[in-house]
């Protein structure tokens, strides 16, 4: 199933990988701003001789059309970077952008895809069907998916791959397990709306700070008393807007939040609920309330099937003890959108070394990887699609 000739090129190609993720690293871009780095990645699809288009305003398609019929698998990897403020000042590639950096592993992504690329191109004659090469703007906003989507970048596809490179776990070690791996993320925001007044007259008030705390300590119990404990969901205030002087009684309160779950219907139960438990809390008080329910990304399930070749593929490309379990996590992966479109899998490839302190958590401006693990994702991007199609003739 391991295609030596794949194994060779990627190792042939581990100095430029690093190159191309540490330039990628210092020229961050953030959600739907990837303009370099969209022009990058097409120059570099030209070097190598494969067709590619644009999305709109940025991303690109592109087509490794095999040697044989067969069908088509696709291969994502995001770009973007976020609005954090590197803290790694000592190193070489930094990011040259104040406030932005990579700080989720999305340059190695990128860098992957694109050598992954360069070793299934010499290997395309033999293969029996195409590989669609993704590369995601906007996963950080969960927009670049679906925009990817409705421009066509499934169209086609019988099955997709991605992966995320992943700090928790030791490097080279390959996570990717069938069912829930990254839950639904949704957004809420409640707007209270009571009485204002003298801070000295609270009884001819309606006080929207009391109103909004009581809403914060009780609607924890939406997940804590109304959900079977067996269903994993968590339910965060991040955010409380509440009142505008210290001798003034609040007018208004504005919550936000984030829900995040595996099952579709807990995902309804919560969304009802926090509506329910919003009018009740407002109602005992004399104030009003407006739920706002936004769905971010679905649920990340991988498919049985896809997600038992992806370890077969590991174990073949790495050895037996490549494999590690990580538990599936609450955070989000815009990756579902494409899982609408097609079967699927997801996999997570560590690149967490004590002794180069790339255990730092994602999202913080400390993060970063260890480079070994590059080639272990570019290979492991590169042998699933020609497992895929040599599989399915």
Request: hydrophobic share 40%; with cysteine.
């Given at each position: 199933m391991i295609h030596q000739k794949i194994k060779d090129?990627?190792?042939?190609?581990?100095?430029?990988?690093?190159?191309?993720?540490?330039?990628?690293?210092?020229?961050?871009?953030?959600?739907?701003?990837?303009e370099q780095t969209t022009r990058f990645v097409c120059e570099y699809l030209e070097t190598l001789g494969v067709p590619y288009r644009r999305t709109e305003p940025t991303g690109v398609i592109a087509t490794i059309e095999g040697g044989k019929p067969g069908k088509t698998v696709a291969l994502r990897g995001d770009m973007d970077a976020l609005s954090v403020e590197e803290l790694n000042s000592d190193l070489p590639y930094a990011s040259k952008e104040e406030g932005k950096m990579h700080a989720c592993g999305h340059d190695a992504h990128t860098a992957m895809l694109l050598i992954?690329?360069?070793?299934?191109?010499?290997?395309?004659?033999?293969?029996?069907?195409?590989?669609?090469?993704?590369?995601?703007?906007?996963e950080e906003v969960a927009e670049g998916a679906k925009a990817m989507?409705?421009?066509?970048?499934?169209?086609?596809?019988?099955?997709?791959?991605?992966?995320?490179?992943?700090?928790?776990?030791?490097?080279?070690?390959?996570?990717?397990?069938?069912?829930?791996?990254?839950?639904?993320?949704?957004?809420?925001?409640?707007?209270?709306?009571?009485?204002?007044?003298?801070?000295?007259?609270?009884?001819?008030?309606?006080?929207?700070?009391?109103?909004?705390?009581?809403?914060?300590?009780?609607?924890?119990?939406?997940v804590s008393r109304t959900i079977d404990a067996k269903s994993p969901a968590v339910l965060t205030v991040g955010k409380m807007v509440v009142g505008t002087r210290f001798n003034v009684i609040a007018e208004n309160a504005v919550i936000e939040g984030t829900v995040r779950c595996f099952h579709p219907e807990?995902?309804?139960?919560?969304?009802?609920?926090l509506q329910h438990y919003a009018e009740q809390v407002a109602a005992i008080y004399g104030a009003t309330a407006k739920v706002e329910?936004?769905?971010?990304?679905?649920?990340?399930?991988?498919?049985?099937?896809?997600?038992?070749?992806?370890?077969?593929?590991?174990?073949?490309?790495?050895?037996?003890?490549?494999?590690?379990?990580?538990?599936?996590?609450?955070?989000?992966?815009?990756?579902?959108?494409?899982?609408?479109?097609?079967?699927?899998?997801?996999?997570?490839?560590?690149?967490?070394?004590?002794?180069?302190?790339?255990?730092?958590?994602?999202?913080?401006?400390?993060?970063?990887?260890?480079?070994?693990?590059?080639?272990?994702?570019?290979?492991?991007?590169?042998?699933?699609?020609?497992?895929?199609?040599?599989?399915?003739?």
């Open positions: 090129a990627i190792q042939t190609y581990s100095e430029e990988l690093i190159d191309i993720r540490r330039k990628l690293h210092s020229e961050p871009e953030v959600s739907w701003e990837e992954a690329a360069k070793a299934l191109v010499e290997v395309k004659d033999d293969l029996p069907g195409n590989v669609r090469l993704l590369f995601q703007p906007a989507v409705k421009q066509g970048a499934m169209d086609g596809v019988d099955n997709v791959f991605g992966i995320h490179i992943w700090s928790q776990m030791p490097t080279h070690k390959v996570s990717c397990t069938p069912g829930p791996s990254f839950a639904s993320a949704d957004l809420f925001k409640v707007t209270f709306k009571g009485k204002g007044g003298h801070g000295a007259m609270p009884h001819a008030c309606v006080d929207a700070a009391i109103v909004a705390s009581s809403f914060v300590m009780n609607v924890q119990t939406v807990t995902r309804d139960h919560i969304e009802t609920q329910y936004i769905r971010g990304t679905q649920a990340v399930i991988n498919d049985e099937y896809s997600a038992q070749l992806v370890q077969k593929v590991a174990v073949e490309a790495f050895g037996e003890d490549v494999i590690f379990n990580e538990e599936p996590t609450m955070g989000g992966e815009d990756f579902s959108f494409f899982l609408d479109e097609a079967p699927g899998s997801f996999a997570l490839v560590g690149s967490g070394n004590p002794e180069k302190d790339t255990e730092w958590a994602h999202h913080h401006g400390k993060f970063n990887i260890d480079e070994d693990a590059l080639a272990t994702g570019a290979e492991l991007y590169a042998q699933y699609a020609w497992s895929y199609l040599m599989s399915s003739k």
